[in-house]
């Protein structure tokens, strides 16, 4: 295998926790096969993933796969597993996973931009096809037979002279020489892949063994709380911990970069400390922050000059001689990532070295960050990878990693668990940006699209106070923010996207399908009032413009069908959106009722075309938690601000999709042979604007500001 880096035991079994019996192989794909691989594939030329995966084939006939991703309910772990064991024909019942450390013989271990799969179908499948083939000599030389005598089959070499299990085989095989080139199998050979097969990780969450952030429990720990000035950007003036230390079971009050830190004996206990805890704030530029005044901003800097992100044909001449004109003014919110495990982490600080447990999606981030606040070399930070129950794109930052590792300096050699309450977590979370964008749309003689042009104003998802003055290439924090205006297939003659930081002291950050989350609202809300002023249908008017754009046409059209479009029961509404992202092509069909100016979504008809599909369950299952994930936001999902502070605290007044408000969803997938696409983000974007499209259906109003709730219709 001339592209790639297979390791043996020898020089790899040191980054490993396995034993030195049987078969142990690692594959080292380039950054540039798999970024050529991926397309767009993540956030732009920092998003350059060198997978590995470790495969142990031990004499006990046990395979244990150590997995470089995390796991925050995606299906990780299962179906990563599922390539690798595909290739190795072994037997699914007797396939263990545990988390990789971190080690630079890795790359960059971490989960973003729905990658796991679409960075590692080529490598793990390698992995494991190389394997099968040691095996294959391995017994081939104990039989004094030819390779191309044998084949496997669940765990099992077979040849004319009966059969022998892998287990018995692998210290054979481990002293071979690792061959190159080995075939792959064609899809029709597959007995795993595009079968639904139960998740390997279910069993251990049911029955409490899965070890998430907050299960950490090292020897010796205490629990931490931290009190974050209320205002972003604030700092500490001073503070009065006498009150606090007289709480039964507090331990220490120390001061860290971003606040002051309660320790104690149990969560409980710091909790009750901290609230007796004095502090004076000096809460910096933001305190007179408030959501009117974002808005306004917003409004000003889209009059500005903006950076292009999208151009095509001439624009000013399009609309100049357009027979008729349509403008319009979209808004989103800030929304908090929510995830059902608050954010908390685990560290020790010792002299020589720090040791983190962390529900984290960048394990190679969480130990940077960790080196860099201790001042020990990386080789001396240890990070345990827990499951993550959540993350939504929240848990690739590391500022808690930070926070605790701070903390726990205060307590050399003791471990120490910082945790955030509900309240932290929704108060001084990284949002998703709030956006403003104002279009202008043009109709021929026919009354077809002739021209579109959307002037956006947004902070960068990535930092919610740097400044930017280009794109960097069309990608990084700051060329996502115009994703889904700036990368729709729509053949618009004449286009143009422009952007302009707008920075309002609010920290953001990637949020699950990230520009696409507002962005395809925007777009897809545009294109509808673009259809009805042509006297359009907004399916007609779609398949017309996706004419030379065939994967995304096909799940448009899958859509339609299985939704009976245009066929709604009398009182029901529908609602139309498309979407290409993470490599993967996406539409939605949303039905709705109207009762008293309430809206109840009752049908959800989800398409998908992600290439070929590794678990078909688990597509379902993340195609369906997005929809729900995306509704919860477009019905009531925003965050506020007033004097600089949050005013959503918890669940009460920042609500998600009750049972009750839940529609009947139907997911449908295209087969095809292209390159495997993401799927966790997949349905996000596209729900919001399938919903507001029906609404107009209904009513005749159209939504261009979220969530619902501010328009007055639930």
Same mark, same amino acid.
């Given at each position: ?7 043996s ?17 690692s594959?080292?794909?380039p950054?540039?096969?798999?970024r ?7 956030r732009?030329?920092?998003f ?20 470089t ?13 599922m390539l690798?064991?595909?290739?190795l ?8 996973t ?28 390698t ?10 000599e391995?017994?081939a ?27 018995s ?17 064609e899809?029709?050979?597959y ?19 899965a ?22 950007g604030?700092?500490v ?13 507090v ?35 933001n ?14 800097r ?18 100049a001689?357009?027979?008729k004109?349509?403008e ?15 954010m ?11 040791e ?11 130990r940077?960050i ?10 001396n930070?240890?990070?345990n990878?827990?499951f993550m ?6 848990? %690739? *930052?590391? @500022?808690? /990693?930070?926070?605790t ?6 307590? $050399?050699?003791?471990p120490v668990? =910082?945790?955030?309450?509900r ?10 940006p ?7 749309g043009?109709l021929?003689?026919d009354?077809?699209p ?18 930017d ?9 700051d ?7 700036s ?10 996207v ?6 309002a ?19 897809e ?7 009805a002023? %042509? *006297?359009? @249908?907004? /399916? ?9 754009? $065939?994967?995304?046409?096909?799940? =448009?059209n ?17 609602g139309v ?6 490599g ?8 709705i ?11 959800v008809v989800c ?52 049972i009750?408000?839940m ?15 993401g ?10 604007p399938?919903v507001?499209?029906a ?20």
């Amino acid at each position: 295998m001339s592209t790639a880096t297979i390791l043996s035991r020898r020089t790899f079994l040191r980054t490993t926790s396995v034993g030195a019996a049987g078969l142990v192989l690692s594959v080292t794909w380039p950054r540039g096969i798999i970024r050529a691989a991926q397309g767009r594939g993540g956030r732009g030329p920092q998003f350059q993933p060198q997978p590995n995966a470790y495969l142990h084939v031990a004499p006990d006939e046990t395979v244990t796969f150590e997995i470089t991703k995390g796991e925050m309910g995606q299906g990780t772990v299962t179906s990563l597993a599922m390539l690798l064991a595909e290739e190795l024909d072994c037997d699914w019942q007797k396939v263990r996973t545990e988390f990789a450390p971190v080690d630079p013989v890795y790359g960059n271990q971490g989960v973003y931009g729905s990658s796991s799969i679409r960075s590692t179908w080529t490598p793990l499948r390698t992995v494991g096809a190389t394997a099968r083939a040691m095996l294959i000599e391995a017994a081939a030389q104990k039989w004094g037979v030819a390779a191309s005598q044998l084949h496997t089959e669940n765990g099992y070499v077979i040849g004319p002279s009966g059969r022998l299990s892998y287990g018995s085989l692998a210290e054979a095989a481990a002293a071979l020489p690792i061959p190159s080139g080995v075939p792959l199998k064609e899809p029709s050979q597959y007995r795993l892949i595009g079968k639904a097969t139960k998740r390997l990780d279910t069993r251990d969450k049911i029955c409490g063994q899965a070890k998430f952030g907050l299960d950490a429990r090292p020897q010796g720990l205490v629990y931490a709380v931290l009190e974050r000035c209320p205002v972003f950007g604030g700092r500490v003036a001073s503070f009065d911990a006498t009150k606090v230390k007289a709480v039964a079971g507090v331990k220490n009050v120390v001061q860290i970069s971003n606040g002051v830190a309660v320790i104690a004996d149990n969560t409980w206990s710091a909790i009750e400390g901290r609230k007796a805890l004095e502090i004076k704030w000096d809460e910096g530029p933001n305190a007179a922050q408030t959501s009117a005044a974002i808005s306004q901003l917003f409004a000003e800097r889209a009059q500005q000059q903006g950076i292009v992100a999208k151009t095509a044909g001439s624009v000013q001449q399009a609309l100049a001689g357009a027979t008729k004109k349509i403008e319009a003014v979209y808004e989103a919110p800030y929304l908090a990532h929510s995830s059902m495990e608050p954010m908390n982490c685990t560290a020790v600080v010792r002299a020589d070295s720090c040791e983190i447990w962390a529900s984290t999606q960048m394990q190679t981030g969480s130990r940077a960050i960790a080196a860099q606040t201790t001042g020990l070399p990386p080789q001396n930070v240890k990070v345990n990878t827990m499951f993550m129950g959540g993350g939504f794109g929240r848990r %690739g *930052g590391v @500022d808690y /990693v930070r926070e605790t590792v701070e903390v726990a300096q205060a307590m $050399p050699g003791t471990p120490v668990k =910082l945790t955030w309450t509900r309240e932290d977590d929704m108060q001084h979370d990284t949002y998703r940006p709030a956006a403003y964008v104002k279009f202008a749309g043009a109709l021929d003689a026919d009354g077809w699209p002739s021209a579109l042009v959307a002037n956006m104003a947004c902070p960068s998802f990535g930092n919610g106070t740097a400044t930017d003055t280009s794109f960097g290439g069309g990608s990084g924090p700051d060329g996502v923010a115009v994703e889904g205006l700036s990368t729709f297939e729509y053949a618009i003659p004449n286009v143009m996207v422009d952007w302009r930081r707008a920075n309002a002291g609010i920290p953001t950050s990637f949020w699950r399908s990230v520009g696409y989350s507002q962005n395809t609202f925007f777009c897809e809300c545009f294109l509808d009032e673009l259809a009805a002023a %042509g *006297g359009k @249908d907004p /399916v007609e008017l779609r398949r017309r413009l996706l004419a030379n754009s $065939p994967r995304l046409l096909g799940v =448009l059209n899958l859509a339609a069908e299985k939704a009976d479009w245009g066929k709604a029961p009398a009182g029901h509404f529908q609602g139309v959106a498309a979407v290409n992202h993470i490599g993967s092509y996406f539409a939605l069909v949303a039905e709705i009722s109207m009762d008293k100016g309430k809206v109840r979504v009752l049908r959800v008809v989800c398409s998908s075309d992600c290439g070929p599909i590794v678990n078909p369950m688990i597509v379902r299952q993340q195609l369906e938690s997005g929809i729900v994930y995306g509704l919860s936001a477009a019905m009531t999902g925003a965050i506020t601000i007033n004097r600089g502070r949050v005013e959503q605290s918890n669940f009460s007044d920042y609500r998600v999709l009750r049972i009750n408000q839940m529609p009947q969803i139907e997911v449908y997938t295209v087969p095809t042979d292209n390159a495997p696409g993401g799927i966790g983000e997949g349905s996000v974007p596209v729900i919001a604007p399938a919903v507001c499209n029906a609404i107009f259906a209904a009513t005749g109003k159209r939504i261009r500001r979220l969530p619902l709730s501010l328009e007055g219709l639930v």
